[in-house]
């Protein structure tokens, strides 16, 4: 934040506009992260209902992460063009479409197309979070901000965005840095192991359930709160070192 301008000020319009912006995107992210992942829990009748293998499966939960790859720097660019709305208008109707259509999947060719049109679909979406919490870079545009707000919010833009605050850095440098590749390969591993661990722990999870004589098919409601309980200590755990801290 600028110091110039009245910090009382900026903080109201802050919390205003992060009222305004943060739960449609938590909803947003929030249904994404499901989209992604329910497979693995769909995944516990799919195979008997649809008599695939689990290769058929493992190839058709990743082709996911094909498309999104082929498709993230292309859908930056036309996110450059068209903007951040019309993104994310694009991107929610085109994968809720394709999420809705999976219903319809009988073979493993539709199943291995489904996926990938699903990735190729969300690619870009958070670029596209990321423009729209800038306001999309036109203050102007945010119309239920009143024109103090918005003349605020410019002005604090303007110092934040300015070229001296944001050193220009060439294509090129970049991917000659050693940094950034070892930044992509610690997200690299990080993101492989915890979607392997959502595509396949529901199984095991189910599988382990089953094995100590709970029952001989676990219900779905059973394995998923069973499979959620690290992560409520994770998020309790989070809470308590927060606050710690502060």
Not at 32 to 60: C, E, H, P, T, W
Not at 165 to 174: G, L, Y
Not at 218 to 246: G, H, M
């Amino acid at each position: 934040m600028n110091n110039d301008l009245p910090d009382a000020q900026l903080s109201r319009l802050y919390r205003k506009i992060s009222w305004r912006l943060l739960p449609l995107l938590m909803l947003a992210y929030l249904v994404s992260y499901l989209d992604r992942v329910n497979i693995g829990y769909a995944k516990l009748q799919m195979l008997s209902a649809l008599q695939f293998s689990d290769a058929v499966y493992g190839l058709g939960a990743g082709i996911f992460f094909v498309g999104y790859f082929l498709c993230e720097v292309p859908s930056n660019l036309l996110l450059e063009k068209i903007g951040a709305r019309k993104t994310m208008l694009r991107i929610m109707v085109l994968w809720g479409a394709v999420a809705a259509g999976m219903m319809a999947v009988k073979t493993p060719t539709q199943f291995y197309f489904m996926r990938f049109l699903l990735g190729m679909f969300e690619a870009g979406f958070f670029p596209g979070v990321a423009l729209f919490l800038h306001l999309d870079d036109k203050p102007d545009q945010a119309r239920w901000l009143n024109v103090v707000e918005r003349e605020l919010l410019r002005a604090d833009m303007a110092v934040g965005w300015s070229d001296k605050a944001r050193p220009k850095v060439s294509v090129w440098a970049m991917l000659k840095s050693q940094v950034v590749y070892g930044y992509a390969m610690i997200n690299f591993l990080m993101i492989g192991a915890t979607y392997a661990l959502l595509f396949w722990v529901p199984s095991l999870v189910g599988m382990c359930i089953a094995t100590v004589g709970v029952a001989s098919t676990t219900p779905l409601f059973i394995t998923a709160a069973t499979e959620a309980l690290p992560r409520y200590l994770s998020a309790a755990l989070l809470l308590a070192v927060s606050r710690r801290r502060d």
